[in-house]
């Protein structure tokens, strides 16, 4: 059985024994075949169904805890049998790679890491409408007409770009 508090998120879709970790030794292969910003790029390429980025991930992390408590990789032998034969889908393996990548690098799920970069994005947006109003009253422009005269001019230049 997964431990979470070991990194370890759960794939049932191959059995209860399952699992995604990435470990100290992990994340460092990891680093190793994608880079210093392995993190986001492995976001970025599974976000596209990438399958050569989440097959890799699931070659370091996909495990079976054997019933003497040790630790098997398993992507070469069970998991891609397992996609083939259709017991998961490779969108499948997303989330769960996501979430053991985020516990293992800050002690968060993704859905924890998401939901605290859409609140620091809406405290900068409050901060960056408190300015703008501050430099419309410095100039003696309404706020109202600067944001409206703002918003038309990158309207404007976005519906001239592609």
Do not use: H
């Not at 059985?1 to 059995?15: C, D, K, Q, S």
């Not at 259709?86 to 799920?109: G, H, M, Y």
Request: aromatic fraction near 8%.
């Amino acid at each position: 059985m997964a431990n979470r508090w070991r990194g370890e998120i759960p794939f049932p879709a191959l059995g209860k024994d399952v699992f995604i970790s990435f470990p100290l030794d992990d994340l460092a292969e990891l680093e190793d075949r994608f880079g210093e910003d392995f993190f986001t790029i492995i976001e970025a390429r599974s976000a596209k169904l990438s399958y050569k980025t989440i097959s890799a991930c699931l070659s370091v992390g996909l495990k079976r805890r054997n019933k003497d408590g040790s630790v098997s990789l398993i992507w070469e032998t069970e998991g891609k049998e397992a996609l083939l034969a259709e017991k998961f889908k490779l969108s499948d393996a997303v989330k769960p790679i996501l979430d053991a990548l985020s516990i293992s690098l800050l002690q968060k799920t993704y859905d924890e890491l998401i939901a605290e970069a859409v609140e620091l994005q809406k405290k900068q947006d409050a901060e960056n409408l408190k300015r703008v109003k501050e430099a419309a009253e410095e100039a003696g422009v309404p706020f109202n007409e600067a944001l409206s005269d703002g918003l038309f001019k990158l309207l404007t230049s976005l519906g001239s770009t592609q």
